[in-house]
């Protein structure tokens, strides 16, 4: 049982934000965050899936947290706190707060030293394929990829590309299609000396048609619901409900978002008519939800896609937005996009992933 001296981190208080909530339970990593009211007593709990649901309604990342949560939450007394596990195990759960008689939390059971593959649906997607756009040039990752494609820069003990199809293969996916341009023969030679168990096919982009443009070249190859991302970062989610939330809002794309905080190390002033101060801040904190370049997408999209034109994907989006059909968001936490656009991004997904092993 996690001790009452160290709970900060899986208590939140009602008066939180959805922004702050998401923070601790990044932070505490069990997925969820017990919520207190002033006398400290529980009052409810807040789910990764609960924050999720509310963003999808709302929107409104500055909302109590009180507005999201479930307000009868699962608990343990502690007197009986030998049942603790018994109901983790009964209610498909994370952790359970073990409370005193006036409902003060005084310790958590989790369960998070069990294998994430416990509640991972297994082979959930298979036959989902996977296309990647791997054929830009990496400007920003230069000097790397003067010398290697992005998609073989290592990350650790594998590139990239190859990390990135691993992810996938923990749910079954089995069929790849890397869409490729720059530096292509390395990639497939790189793939073709693999010894796996799934398949990798190779679309040939002769001229630069952007992530949208790209996936014009899948014209006759794929029929079925597929997975589209980009060469340079992976999601750390679970993509089978990722996959079934697409499917039950029934939408042609699904975008998978982040959240990103970015805190101004200055003063911001907002300015009133002439000169006059309408409204100052002290080093804010801006949040919002940023795309992280993979999708869910239906097959009818490749054929909406004008072949030999130069787009991008979310252009896609945006007409299907404007013509009133089912686009949507799929929210995720900050901590959960791990992305190497960038040289500093590049370091620290590597830092990511060897903290892990």
């Known amino acids: 049982m996690l001790t009452k001296d160290c709970l900060e981190v899986y208590v939140g208080l009602e008066t939180i934000t959805i922004t702050e909530a998401l923070k601790k339970i990044d932070e505490n990593a069990l997925g969820v965050l017990f919520i207190v009211d002033s006398d400290e007593r529980l009052i409810g709990a807040l789910s990764d899936g609960d924050i999720r649901r509310w963003l999808i309604k709302t929107g409104d990342l500055k909302a109590s947290v009180v507005q999201a949560m479930n307000n009868t939450p699962k608990y343990v007394l502690e007197k009986y706190e030998e049942d603790a596990t018994r109901l983790l195990d009964e209610n498909f759960i994370t952790a359970i707060p073990v409370v005193d008689n006036q409902m003060h939390i005084v310790g958590v059971v989790d369960n998070k030293n069990k294998s ?21 040039k990496g400007t920003r990752l230069y000097p790397y990829t003067k010398i290697l494609p992005k998609p073989l820069i290592p990350v650790g003990n594998k590139p990239i590309a190859e990390l990135i199809i691993d992810s996938f293969c923990e749910y079954g996916c089995n069929e790849y299609y890397l869409i490729v341009n720059h530096k292509k023969n390395m990639i497939k030679a790189y793939f073709g000396e693999l010894e796996t168990d799934y398949n990798v096919h190779f679309v040939d982009e002769d001229v630069p048609l952007g992530t949208g443009g790209g996936v014009s070249l899948l014209k ?67 949040s919002f939800f940023t795309n992280t370049g993979c999708y869910i997408v239906e097959p009818e999209v490749i054929d909406d896609i004008p072949e030999g034109t130069f787009m991008g994907f979310p252009d896609m989006i945006e007409k299907y937005r404007s013509e009133g059909k089912n686009v949507g968001v799929y929210p995720i936490s900050e901590n959960a996009w791990l992305d190497m656009g960038e040289m500093d991004a590049l370091e620290k997904m590597r830092a990511h992933l060897e903290n892990k092993e």
């Open 116 to 136: 994430k593959k416990v509640y991972r649906a297994s082979n959930k997607l298979k036959g989902v394929p996977v296309v990647m756009m791997a054929g830009g």
């Open 220 to 286: 006759g190859m794929i029929k079925d619901t597929f997975i589209l991302t980009n060469c340079d970062n992976i999601v750390e989610e679970d993509y089978y409900k990722i996959y079934e939330y697409h499917k039950e809002h029934k939408n042609l794309i699904t975008m998978i978002c982040s959240l990103k905080n970015f805190n101004i190390p200055y003063g911001v002033v907002n300015l009133a008519n002439e000169g006059a101060i309408k409204a100052m801040e002290e080093k804010p904190t801006f």
